[in-house]
């Protein structure tokens, strides 16, 4: 079946640092992959996804590429800030299942 | 923007009651999901619906049960709660195949 992998936290880092949550995943076929971001007390916004294999995702300085011969889709950033602070989930639709497998998650703490 | 709303946002209840969390979408979206998250942030799909008329378990079992008489309204019961039940539950929607999911902001249940 699907899984995905990433990295458990929590990540701390310090503003504007430079940010990888790593990501791997397991599929049969073709999947679309995704970035989720869940801030507190909220819901899970879509942050990027990307559909084939070396498809760039990009939004709000977040980046994250479609490696199908790594089977990976790390999400990077240039420079955080405090309010990038979240927890991230990774994931993956397609590959003979319906619906989104989730990777468990990835709080990002970031300080001034 | 993704139109789909949950109420209630926050409830707490005493174990044995019969409670259903609302969620309904705006986007004549076919699919829609749920999803349970633990306290550890992790997300399990434990129902979904393809249409109207349609529900299946997900990965997940979970006690409750649903119901999809309308396209737009997906809501998730539960005859007798008990404190095992007591999560953040999180209702979704999508169109196409490997496209996004669309969340709302979730129902924290708390059964005392």
């Known amino acids: 079946g699907n899984s995905v992998t990433q990295m458990e936290g929590p990540v701390t880092l310090s503003e504007e640092a430079f940010l990888t949550i790593n990501c791997t995943y397991t599929?049969?076929?073709?999947?679309?992959l995704f970035w989720y971001v869940q801030y507190p007390g909220e819901g899970l916004q879509l942050l990027l996804k990307?559909?084939?294999?070396?498809d760039k995702g990009s939004n709000k300085g977040f980046e994250a590429t479609y490696r199908k011969e790594t089977t990976s889709f790390h999400l990077e950033k240039g420079s955080v800030q405090v309010s990038d602070s979240a927890v991230y989930f990774c994931?993956?639709?397609?590959?003979?299942?319906?619906?989104?497998?989730f990777g468990k998650g990835t709080h990002l703490i970031i300080q001034p | 923007e993704a139109d789909i709303y949950q109420t209630p946002r926050y409830l707490v209840i005493g174990t044995g009651k019969k409670i259903t969390l609302e969620c309904s979408q705006t986007?004549?979206?076919?699919?829609m999901y749920w999803y349970q998250q633990d306290p550890g942030m992790e997300l399990h799909l434990i129902h979904y619906?393809?249409?109207?008329?349609?529900?299946e378990k997900g990965d997940l079992s979970s006690e409750s049960t649903v119901s999809r008489i309308r396209t737009e309204h997906f809501p998730l019961t539960l005859e007798s709660a008990r404190p095992s039940h007591t999560s953040q539950y999180l209702c979704?929607?999508?169109?196409?195949?490997?496209?996004?999911?669309?969340f709302g902001n979730g129902t924290r249940l708390t059964v005392t």
């Open positions: 994931a993956l639709r397609g590959g003979g299942a319906d619906g989104l497998t």
């Open positions: 979704a929607s999508s169109g196409r195949v490997n496209s996004p999911l669309h």
């Open positions: 986007m004549g979206h076919d699919k």
């Open positions: 990307a559909t084939k294999a070396d």
């Open positions: 599929a049969t076929g073709y999947p679309s």
């Open positions: 619906s393809y249409g109207v008329n349609s529900t």
